[in-house]
Structures are given as C-alpha cells and as structure tokens.
C-alpha cells in the first residue's frame, strides 16, 4: 500500500493560501515527489446579524459574514528529504495547516 501525506490548509485570505499551496507543491515536486493538488474545497460561510439599535427599532440589523477558503494537497511516496524541506517552509501567519498520514 503506498504511503501519503495529506496537507489540509484553511484561511480567511484565498491570496495568501493559494500562495502557500504554491510554496508547498513546489518544495514536494523539486524533492521529486509525486504531488496531487492543491485541490479547492468548498467555501464555508457564517453569517452573523446584529441588532444596531435592540431597544429602539429591531428593524434595524447588520450582517457580516466569515469566509473560510479550504485546499487540500496529497503528497505520494514521500521521502525523508520531502518531509525536511516541508518542515523548513515559511508558511504566513493566518493559515492552518493539518497533516494527516
């Protein structure tokens, strides 16, 4: 059974997180692994409404919303020399990074 790394990133930004897909994939393809990805998964939305004024008119309301953007990435057959060159990777603050084998 071949073995494989599966990267999951999560951030607010999609700029920043297809910049540090990039990074990614580029490290694993020049160790010579073999990559799949980045591959985007759905957006997540949550919607917040706030009440501006909840004594005098309920009427008036605002909403935000938070965006999650989500890539995923599989790395086949990683080597040691892989593995190394992911852990020295300058990743941006604000993007989540889960590693599962």
Same mark, same amino acid.
């Given at each position: 059974m071949p073995q494989r790394i599966r990267i999951k990133l999560e951030s607010f930004d999609h700029r920043i997180l297809d910049e540090s897909a990039r990074k990614i994939v580029d490290a694993? =393809? =020049?160790s010579g692994a073999r990559v799949s990805g980045p591959v985007p998964l759905p957006v997540h939305k949550r919607?917040?409404?706030v009440l501006?004024?909840?004594v005098i008119d309920k009427n008036a309301r605002e909403q935000f919303?938070? =965006?999650?953007h989500k890539r995923l990435i599989d790395i086949y057959d990683p080597s040691q020399e892989v593995i190394n060159s992911l852990t020295e990777l300058k990743i941006p603050a604000g993007v989540t990074i889960e590693i599962k084998r």
């Open positions: 694993a =393809r =020049r919607l917040f409404t501006t004024s909840p919303e938070i =965006r999650t």
